[in-house]
């Protein structure tokens, strides 16, 4: 990439996740702090189930919400002209050509959902149902490094779940092997068609890059949400 696109390549579709991140995280954790209760089923406290069910379920609704995005970065990622088009443009092209449905700005969303559903279905019920058995520290560092802990391996397991998601929906998204022809559509039906041709270890295909951005992110997202949740209640409730 840096001796055919230049050391810009290594940042083509940033302009996306920078957009869309914040309305994703909001639409996570609020949609997981609201549907917790329902998921408790009479329970008088959450239990595992309830958190992994209301992880699943924010995950699906943000990845709705992020899907366009995750369309216009991958589109952006797989161009490899040196000149680099605005996001706008990459967005307007694909409008233009394909339109906002499952052809265009919403395509591959089946797999999206997928991917953000199961990764916080793991994730959040990981994360809250282990740090609810592991005993707490007195020490404030201790204690800060038991929740950076388990928010890695929460992280780091959830990659491990949900790549096979991931990889058809990179799949759907990018560029199709032979141009004017749809090879990767629906999600399941991807995963199959990559196991055929390419063999089981191709579904877990960059899942070391995804741990090294996931598994530290997945720490540092939890930990500053529960600080800050915590901080916010304390001074302003």
Known sequence: MYRHEGISSYWKGIMPPILAETPKRAIKFLVFEQTKPLFQFGSPTPTPLTFSLAGLTAGTLE???????????????????????STFAVAKGIIQQDGLGFSGLNKGITATMGRNGVFNMVYFGFYHSVKNVVPEYKESHLEFLRKVTIGFLAGTLACFVNIPFDVAKSRIQGPQPVPGQIKYRGTLSSMGIVYREEGFRALYKGLVPKIMRLGPGGAIL???????YDYLLHNYS
């Open 63 to 85: 990845a709705i919400a992020v899907n366009p995005f995750e369309v216009v970065k991958v589109a952006q990622q797989a161009d490899r002209q040196k000149k680099m088009l």
């Open 222 to 228: 939890l930990l500053v949400f529960e600080y800050s």
